[in-house]
């Protein structure tokens, strides 16, 4: 089974990039893509939403995909500030990251918001990457796969496929801080939320799971042989054009 769940390697910038530095990232990206000639995996960046056009620019002809890092969960209207998922698919993106752990601290986000920017995302025809993750102190109870489950069951809409959902499942006390699960962790938390994916959807089997948090050049591989996952989503390390790539080699 795993052999038809193509790897996914995804780079999120989060708030990083003005056009100079984004710009030059995104063509080393596309360059190292290119010259891979990936089949067997695919190669994501998620740039800023005033980037997301020109970096969309960049990687064209290259393999290299675009994403937004959030969307809103309306097509247009009156919420200033919002980016909808339309106008990232606009812009050229293909993917957004929707829930991620920093959205759901900064911004309040609950799993029902993170489900209908989801259903956004279908709407607008782009792949949602639903971001789900315990915290320490749920991990230090002894409640991971608990929260896993709830953020799964509120979070992915009804209807969901394989084709249509990624899911990234990122412990926030790893997010940006240089500490990962154990494989057997990992492995441990991706096979639960595959089992609960199989109460919601009926080709749970096939949906990529990828793991996020303190992902890196030097620990790609370990992570990536776990069981159940399917590709990785890279904060930090995504900066970095040659790492990036390394990891995406790793896959
Ligand atoms: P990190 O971020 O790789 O910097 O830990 C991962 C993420 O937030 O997606």
Known sequence: MARTRRPLIAGNWKMNGLKADGLALAKDVAAGVKQAGWFDREVLVCPPATLVMAVAEAAKGSGLLVGGEDCHAKASGAHTGDVSAEMLRDAGASHVIVGHSERRTDHGETDATVRAKAEAAWRAGLLPIVCIGETLAEREADRTLTVLETQLKGSVPAGA????????????????????PTTPEV?????????VLGGLMGDAAAVRLLYGGSVKGGNAA????????DGALIGGASLKADEFLAIAKAA
């Not at 492995?187 to 089992?195: L, Q, V, Y």
């Not at 370990?222 to 996952?229: I, P, Q, S």
């Open 187 to 195: 492995a441990a938390a991706h096979a639960h939320i595959r089992k």
């Open 222 to 229: 370990e992570l990536l042989a776990a069981g159940d996952v």
């Open 161 to 180: 496929t394989a084709a249509k959902l990624v899911v990234a499942y990122e412990p926030v006390w790893a997010i940006g801080t240089g500490k990962t």
